[in-house]
């Protein structure tokens, strides 16, 4: 991986780049003047002169982790133990961070990410005290069995099927 510059694409970008362009045209035509997002839509609006911000509502937001997982039966466990340990670096967290957009897990990866672009670790909430990460919800797959241990929520795909009923 390498630092990203303006106009410069990576492999890893195309389907991130897809959810932004609705903000893009919705911002530049002035449909829209609020929007959701992550990290990566503010700075690519920013990047294209849109002048634009992130707040997080006093009710506070959705977000989600990413993460890596090790099949029970994985025919190489160890290597991907290695795996896993490698990309957990704060150097690594610092690329995957700048070159995706997104927080990296690894707090010590804000130097790097300040070396790779100015100003990252800031934009990218990596430094954020415990309250703003404590302002985040983090998303939870549909389970019949709620966190209190009772059957009354709603199933994945009864939630799914919900789902594609409603939004169109």
């Avoid at 919705?26 to 959701?36: I, K, L, S």
């Avoid at 006093?58 to 991907?80: I, Q, R, V």
């Avoid at 939870?140 to 409603?166: M, R």
Wanted: aromatic content about 10%.
């Amino acid at each position: 991986m390498h630092e990203a510059r303006a106009g410069e694409r990576h492999d890893n970008e195309e389907s991130r780049d897809s959810a932004a362009v609705p903000h893009h045209q919705d911002t530049a035509n002035g449909n829209a003047v609020v929007g959701a997002g992550w990290p990566y839509q503010v700075s690519a609006l920013k990047a294209a002169h849109f002048t634009i911000g992130a707040v997080i509502p006093s009710e506070g937001a959705t977000g989600w982790a990413d993460t890596w997982m090790l099949a029970a039966k994985a025919p190489h466990p160890n290597c991907a133990y290695m795996w896993m340990r490698y990309v957990s670096t704060p150097k690594v967290q610092a690329e995957q961070a700048v070159n995706y957009g997104e927080t990296p897990d690894n707090k010590l990866a804000c130097p790097y990410m300040d070396k790779l672009q100015a100003g990252s670790c800031a934009e990218y909430h990596a430094n954020a005290p415990a309250s703003y990460l404590d302002s985040i919800s983090l998303w939870k797959t549909p389970l019949a069995t709620c966190d209190n241990g009772k059957p009354d929520c709603v199933p994945y795909a009864q939630w799914v099927s919900a789902w594609t009923t409603q939004v169109k």
